[in-house]
């Protein structure tokens, strides 16, 4: 059992929790996950570490409501238990070059951020560009502005903060004035094929941080596999950070799409049951 | 002196029956296939053993179990007895005796065999195994001897060393990366086949020997060899981690949505209990026309787990004839009696895309066997021109698994060229104080080669900390 020590709400839908599990503490790196189970019935969802404490033996987690697992993880509190938490999983993120773009869409930000922060701590040129669909739902603006950025730029589809638009506009410019020589990227799909693209134009090489669909994230089941570069590889041993240049991404889309009828079957179960408590 | 009467056993009583439930009916859900021995049975079953002076049976046994020995304890009523007998060499008579492959082990040997029909030994060690409640059993452990010793991996062959080390008085703890025990015993083993109460029975048994199980615990990330060694204390590890990624067909659209590893089909239904969706979490497909490609004991355990879920159809596809076919033979008799077509010698060349961006089909072309190969069974061959399509929904590839990943990152220990563990016949690897088992060692293989296994590292273990 693993104790939420502290929970922070970001927007609506957006929560982070601090959660007490000083084994994972020590060993969390940026870029890998853990695997949540909230109890005897639920399934194992994966989340990355946005934050970790080893003296104070705590890890943190972001997570966006999306389905009827990330609602129910929504209404525990501090003080309430979660049944199991499994991890370090996957392999650190590792990024090349002196000066690079850390890019995060939406509650891929949670990733951006303790990547951004690594880098920043190796002493390389970071600049973070930042994209939601609107404001409410841009995340850590201010974790991200205490870092010791080379430039942050927010956009958000909208325009309702920073530029309107989408993070390949400010991507392309630092492409085409040459300050960066490396990026990576995490956030929903077509993000991430876009930033590939502009980076693939401008010959930047970019690390995308992939999210299938995971059942038990040691490489054991096969379900989070995605084709890179022709070859069927495991997000969760292999990945989940791959060149962003070879990830087939349709391929992701599709197979994350997978249970989109099941989810909206939970997800209704779990309103009309609380209606009921209600 | 008393009387001794002589034992005569019932030549020509034909093999006892275990009690199946109707193909049709237990096909319609995760009942156990049969009920197992009643004690009568048992001890009917018990009497046509011929007692054989020199047991050719437990030539055939992989840890040598005391056959004779048990079986003549059931005839007498002994329950308790035929218990200890078969403990002091397995540990897990309930499992074994279910999962086994008996009909290439122990009942191969049996004499009975070779006119007529083996006497069902597996059948009698799972009844026997099954009497542990009823009987009880008091835990009986050596006192504690100081040292301690790590077991990463909860399956078959961790939890046979990790009752091997407690009863010599280890101070045993297994590491396990799931939220809970088994193994692949699990995850893997479907309920109709191998009911979870049993597996937790036997973990339960364990913890009562002192046995510490540590759950969530991920190997190689949360913790290494070193630091269980400087930091922790433990004198000895034994790596069973289990076999691990699985192999793909590695033809066109297999990552499509609705193609399963049968490892993923089996854990979303065996671990995350994807067959009570919603009640709970983890969903799975339901497909109405299924394909399963494999031979194995996997692919049957796939295709009867397709037909539990509600497929109209399920055709298994496999790359020879069933003579051929690695599973057991209960397990082919079994899956074909509750209606799983078996296709033979055919092999896929592609999955197609559905309109609704599912697979809809699977392309197979035809085989025909050719020379024998490394494995002795001859070699399929494709016949020119002989390619078809069959329908299909949900397809489930059970074709074998490749090295666990998390080996090489517990512990400094040598790797084969398959980037499996290098370890002996005990178990010992390149590393003083690490040992290695189960199929990490051998690849895919049986549960009783990997408990085995887990067996003769605990001895190797005792002989090396103890120094006897």
Redesign the interface.
Known sequence: MFEILKKTQFSEKVFEFRVHAPRMAKKAHAGQFLMVRIDETGERVPFTFANWNAEEGWIEFIFMVVGKTTQCLSELNEGDFIRDITGPLGQPTEVEGDSVAVIGGGVGLAIAYPVARMLCEQGKNVYVIMGARTKDLLILHEQFDALPLAGLFVTTDDGSMGEKGVVTLPLARLCETDSIDHAFCVGPVPMMKFSSLTCHEHNIPIIASLNPIMVDGTGMCGCCRVEVGGETKFACVDGPDFDASAVDWDDLAARQASYRGEEAVSTKRHEEACACQK | MPEVKKYRPNIGAPRTTPNEEPAAERACDFRPVDTGFTKEDAIAEANRCLDCKKPLCMQGCPVGVNIPGFISKIRDEDWAGALETIKGDNLLPSVCGRVCPQENQCEGKCILGRKGEAVAIGQLERMVGDMAEEVGRAPVCKPKNGKKVAIVGSGPSGIACAGELAREGFDVTVFE???TGGGVLT?GIPEFRLPKKIVKREIDGLEQLGVKFE????AG???DADELFNEEGFDALYLAV?????R?L?VPG?????V??A??YL??TNL??AYD???????I?QGKNVVVFGGGNVAMDAARTALRLGADSVTLAYRRTEAEMPARLAEVHHAKEEGVHILELVNPLEFIKGED??VSAVKLERMELGEPDASGRRRPVPVADSAFEIPCDVAITAIGTMA???AKLCADVELNRWGLIEADEDGRTSNPKVWAGGDIVTGAATVILAMGAGKKAAASMKKALLGE
């Open positions: 990366a799931f939220f995850y759950y969530n615990s991920v990330r949360l913790f289990g076999a691990g990624l699985p793909f590695k297999e990552n499509l949505p609705g399963y590893c490892n993923e854990t979303r995350m209990h969706f919603p009640v709970y979490d983890t969903p497909r961006g599912f666990n990943p998390f």
